[in-house]
């Protein structure tokens, strides 16, 4: 039996060329409606998940899904509104109730699509189109073998969160009434597992996950099974340590979370509102001399690649960090124009950022800490980006010697991510490649450390 998602393969770039082709008859109904801009999004999904736990299926859910909204601009007067049904009817009501809501907005001079001169030229594809033609069973199958192998790993694994899989393929339009139309393809399919260690009180979890564009990268099912497996088992018997100032290392999976803080701080959206701690900070130090960060848009199989951001701009490589100094923000269109700058094409996001490293492994990372806390997982939002503050729970490792010495849970970690950044004293080569914030682990000289005592 053919997978569900097999038509939609087949024919995807038809479907893109329908897509296409629709996204215009709704530009020019805008503009027949009197906009003197507008813009169209137009996306079909499909997917596979299951769900297993403890040897049993609990869901199998195949979806197709399709989204399409259309914004119009009035002057400076901004309207949109969106459906999933293709009837003409319908298509006609969701341009005339776009209309209808920009009649009512208020002028804002910000408003509008992005300038004609930015709009991208050179559309490329980035290697980002692998189906997977997982069949339900063959998928169950696969999620079954990977809880199995975790579960067969230690006989103190007896429960377990269950294990997943998950595969689904992305086809997308924008358009706009510059003349501007972008085509987009992209598959992702993913294996995860969660484990439980331990009885009662003593119970600890962890897990892994394996994510890819193409499921021929994805890491084996008894592979992700062990590591799950792992993870849980060195989290028994944690303690915690007596609450100082230590030396603190994230792993890589963790390690992303603080780019993430520097990316919500350096956005527009957050800087025209004043509300950021890194409000005019372009030009000023903020990390060490040495560290790096630049956006590569145009990887092949890049989580984030793109020819165009979300409003058609060409994206293009640069750096947001260099020689530890903020070299730019992260503007759409309408964050630049409230600020009195040009968009840095990333509406919508960023594309790939890239860490550099300038530290080895994982192994080297803790010899060269020596004593200190290992960081391999982050609890809550005490993340004030508005001053800086960062407060979080935290469970991982103590290190002394360059080694693990035991699990520890319970903690806080606290500081001011200003302060945090200076202190980075090393980034590893131990990049984490499930995500399109490419970092190894960071060590942060110093943090507060709240535990016992």
């Known amino acids: 039996m053919a997978p569900a998602t097999a038509p939609f393969h087949a024919d995807s770039e038809a479907r893109l060329d329908a897509l296409a082709v629709l996204s215009q008859r709704l530009l020019e109904a805008a ?25 049993e299926v609990e869901t199998v859910e195949s979806t197709r899904d399709r989204g399409i909204a259309v914004t119009v601009y009035f002057g400076g007067r901004k309207g949109s509104a969106s459906t999933a049904d293709l009837r003409e009817e319908s298509l006609a009501a969701t341009v005339d109730q776009a209309c209808a809501i920009a ?46 192998a975790g579960r067969d790993f230690d006989p103190r694994l007896e429960n377990s969160d269950g294990a997943s899989i998950g595969s689904g393929s992305s086809l997308s339009v924008y358009a706009n009434s510059h003349g501007f139309v972008g085509r987009e393809r992209s598959t992702q399919h993913s294996l ?26 994805l890491e084996s099912a008894a592979t992700v099974g062990r590591k799950a497996a792992e993870r849980a088992v060195s989290r028994l018997s944690p303690r915690q340590v007596p609450t100082g100032e230590y030396p603190v290392l994230f792993s890589a999976e963790v390690a992303r979370s ?30 060490p001399e040495w560290f790096a960060i630049d956006e590569r848009p145009f990887l092949p199989r890049g989580f984030r690649s793109a020819s ?56 080297a990372m803790l010899a060269g800490m020596g004593r200190g806390l290992l960081v391999t997982e982050l609890m809550g939002q005490g993340v004030n980006t508005i001053t800086g503050d960062y407060s979080r729970g935290a469970a991982g490792f103590w290190i002394e010697d360059g ?3 035991y699990a520890v849970d319970g903690i806080t970690i606290a500081g001011n991510l200003r302060a945090m950044y200076q202190a980075i004293e090393a980034v590893g080569s131990d990049v984490d490649p499930r995500s399109h914030v490419r970092t190894g682990s960071i060590l942060v000289g110093r943090m507060t450390v709240a535990g016992e005592g």
């Open 31 to 55: 503009r027949a409606a009197g906009a003197d801009q507008a813009e169209v999004s137009c996306s079909e999904d499909a997917g596979l998940n299951v769900n297993v736990r403890m040897g």
């Open 103 to 148: 009649r009512h907005t208020e002028h804002d001079p910000a408003a509008g699509l992005a300038d004609a001169g930015l709009m991208a030229t050179d559309l490329r594809e980035f290697d980002s189109w692998h189906p997977w033609a997982v069949e339900a069973d063959q998928a169950i199958d696969l999620a079954l073998a990977c809880e199995q």
């Open 192 to 217: 995860g597992c969660a484990l439980i260690a331990g009885r009662g009180a003593d119970m600890q979890r962890d897990g892994w996950y394996t994510i890819a564009l193409s499921a021929d990268e």
């Open 258 to 287: 603080l780019i993430g803080h520097l990316l919500g701080a350096v956005s527009g959206g957050a800087l025209y509102r004043r509300a950021s701690f890194l409000v005019d900070s372009v030009g000023q130090a903020l990390f």
């Open 308 to 363: 165009f951001d979300a409003e058609g701009v060409a994206t293009r490589d640069s750096s947001l960090v260099a020689r530890g100094v903020p070299q730019r923000y992260i503007l759409g269109s309408y964050s630049a124009r409230r600020l009195g700058l040009q968009t840095t094409a990333n509406a919508g996001g960023v594309h790939n950022l890239q860490v550099a490293a300038n530290a080895g492994d994982l192994d």
């Open 403 to 405: 080694k693990p010495q």
